[in-house]
Nanobody
Framework: QVQLVESGGGLVQAGGSLRLSCAAS????????MGWFRQARGKEREFVAA????????RYADSVKGRFTISRDNAKSTVDLQMNSLKREDTAVYYC??????????????????WGQGTQVTVSS
């Protein structure tokens, strides 16, 4: 079992930055691929970014590429999402997820085993 708790959400003006953090508890955190997803009101949950459990390989949704950076610290069992140049369309609840899954599946929400409760990010114009 892995428990995930997100933090760092809030209200920010367009063009600003936020850093989300996800703290994991439970065993073998370092063996899980980690992902960030988001869900805007009235929309489906969508992939944002993922990072592999061993090599640090990363991938991003096209909509955030060049603006967001995912990182992890296996010693601290944390995964962060640095969000820069925020836009109104980035407004959503952001979720952290963990999964013992192959790299090719890391963009698919249904493949993940564990989820955090989510943290709200609101970008104002």
């Amino acid at each position: 079992q892995v428990q995930l708790v997100e933090s760092g959400g809030g209200l920010v003006q367009a063009g600003g930055s936020l850093r989300l953090s996800c703290a994991a508890s439970g065993h073998t955190f370092s063996r899980y691929a980690m992902g960030w997803f988001r869900q805007a009101r009235g929309k489906e949950r969508e992939f944002v970014a993922a990072i592999s459990w061993s090599t640090g390989l990363t991938r991003y949704a096209d909509s955030v590429k060049g603006r967001f950076t995912i990182s992890r610290d296996n010693a601290k069992s944390t995964v962060d999402l640095q969000m820069n140049s925020l836009k109104r369309e980035d407004t959503a609840v952001y979720y952290c997820a963990a999964g013992a899954i192959r790299w090719g599946a890391t963009m698919t929400a249904a493949e993940y085993d564990y989820w955090g409760q989510g943290t709200q990010v609101t970008v104002s114009s």
